[in-house]
C-alpha cells in the first residue's frame, strides 16, 4: 500500500526547474487537506508510522467557521460551501506575525477591508472581489446590497486556525508544535535531515505565506544547531496527484 506523504515525495520529482530540491531519501512531509492535517516522516521511501501525527484542522473546518461568521454578520451562507471556498481561498492568506498585525489594524482604517460580490447563478457564475488591490476592475454598482459580502479580520483569522487549533475549541496542537513532535517521535539520527527536508501539500497550503510562516515557527522550535527549510510546490494541491500518475505510469 502507497501512502499520500510517498505519492507526493514521488510528485515533486515533476518539477525540475527547482534549484534547490527534495531530499526523497530522508523527508518530512505535511499534508494538509480537507479533514485533517497530517505529518509523516519518510525515509528511504518507507513513511515511519509511529511518528505520524494528525490534527483535526482541514479545509472543512476552515470554511465552516468562514460561513458561521459571513452568516452571523450578513447573509446566510451556510449551504453555499463552494462559494464559501472560493472565497477563502482567493482573501485569505496567512499573517507571518499575526498578534502584532491584528493590533495594528485595530488602529486605524482596516486595510484587510474587501467586499465579495457573490455570483447570481444567471449574469455571474463565479463571483468577484471590489475594493483594494485585489480588484479586478469589475463595476458593482448594479448589485443589490444583499448580494455583496464584506470581510476584514477575517482574511487573517481563517488560515490561523491552522497555527491555534484552540481558536475554535479544537484542544490540540497547532501545525508546527505537530511537525515538531512527529519529527522528535523519529530517530534522532535523522532529526537533522527532517528539519531540513519539509515538504508541504494539500489545499490549505494555497494560502499565501504559509509555507513562509511554518518555516519561521518550525525555526523558533527547533534546536538552532539544525537548519529548516519547507518546501512547496506551485500547485501543492495536486503533488500527490502527481505521485500518483507518475505511480501509476511505471506500474
Known amino acids: 500500500r502507497t501512502t499520500c506523504a510517498q505519492l507526493a515525495l514521488r510528485g515533486t520529482e515533476a518539477d525540475m526547474n527547482r534549484t534547490d530540491k527534495i531530499s526523497r531519501q530522508c523527508a518530512l512531509v505535511v499534508d494538509s487537506g480537507f479533514s485533517f492535517s497530517h505529518t509523516t516522516p519518510v525515509f528511504d521511501g518507507t513513511p515511519l508510522n509511529y511518528a505520524v501525527r494528525r490534527i483535526s484542522a482541514g479545509g472543512k473546518i476552515l470554511t465552516n467557521y468562514l460561513k458561521e461568521v459571513l452568516s452571523f454578520r450578513s447573509i446566510n451562507l451556510n449551504d453555499e460551501t463552494h462559494i464559501m471556498n472560493d472565497i477563502k481561498h482567493r482573501l485569505c492568506y496567512t499573517s507571518l506575525d499575526f498578534e502584532n498585525e491584528l493590533a495594528e489594524y485595530k488602529k486605524k482604517r482596516n486595510p484587510l477591508w474587501r467586499r465579495f460580490v457573490l455570483p447570481d447563478g444567471v449574469n455571474r457564475t463565479r463571483g468577484y472581489v471590489i475594493g483594494g488591490p485585489d480588484d479586478p476592475g469589475a463595476d ?112
Open 140 to 251: 458593482a454598482k448594479n448589485d443589490s446590497e444583499n448580494s455583496i459580502v464584506a470581510l476584514k479580520n477575517e482574511r487573517i483569522v481563517i488560515p490561523e486556525i491552522l497555527f491555534h487549533p484552540s481558536d475554535v475549541a479544537i484542544n490540540e496542537a497547532g501545525l508546527a508544535e505537530t511537525l515538531v513532535r512527529s519529527v522528535e517521535a523519529s530517530p534522532p539520527e535523522m532529526h537533522r535531515m527532517l528539519y531540513k527536508n519539509i515538504l508541504i501539500c494539500g489545499g490549505n497550503c494555497l494560502f499565501k505565506n504559509l509555507r513562509e510562516r511554518l518555516e519561521l515557527e518550525v525555526r523558533q522550535l527547533a534546536p538552532s544547531e539544525f537548519s529548516v527549510r519547507v518546501f512547496c510546490d506551485e500547485d501543492p494541491i495536486v503533488t500527490t496527484w502527481r505521485g500518483a500518475s507518475m505511480f501509476a505510469a511505471q506500474s
